[in-house]
Nanobody, 121 residues
Framework: QLQASGGGLVQAGDSLRLSCAAS????????MGWFRQAPGKEREFVAT????????YYADSVRGRFTISRDNAKNTVYLQMNSLTPEDTAVYYC????????????????WGQGTLVTVSS
């Protein structure tokens, strides 16, 4: 089970950190990812982190602004979001998959409930 948190209403240029806590004892077996879905749009990839945390990959739209990380001791993955813009407004979902680094949603078998991020201009 994945529980995302940390969303909220912020202004353009602000920062937010999302967290996703996982239950169970096998967190470090899973590649973790963040996806987002804006109103009226399809779900899109944001970032992914490898099982060890050493490997990461980002969507072009967030590279350099967002940082994904994980703490396997706490069964938690994070998404630090800086320099937010209104285009980042979306519901953000964390996902877990028995896969290598992947930007494809169907490679992730487990999904959290989503947390809403709203960025005002």
């Amino acid at each position: 089970q994945l529980q995302a948190s940390g969303g909220g209403l912020v202004q353009a240029g602000d920062s937010l950190r999302l967290s996703c806590a996982a239950s169970g004892r096998t967190f470090d077996r899973y590649t973790m990812g963040w996806f987002r879905q804006a109103p009226g749009k399809e779900r899109e990839f944001v970032a992914t982190v490898s099982r060890s945390g050493l490997g990461t990959y980002y969507a072009d739209s967030v590279r350099g602004r967002f940082t994904i990380s994980r703490d396997n001791a706490k069964n938690t993955v994070y998404l630090q979001m800086n320099s937010l813009t209104p285009e980042d407004t979306a519901v953000y979902y964390c996902a877990a998959g028995l896969t290598d680094l992947s930007n494809v949603h169907y490679t992730y078998g487990y999904w959290g409930q989503g947390t809403l991020v709203t960025v005002s201009s």
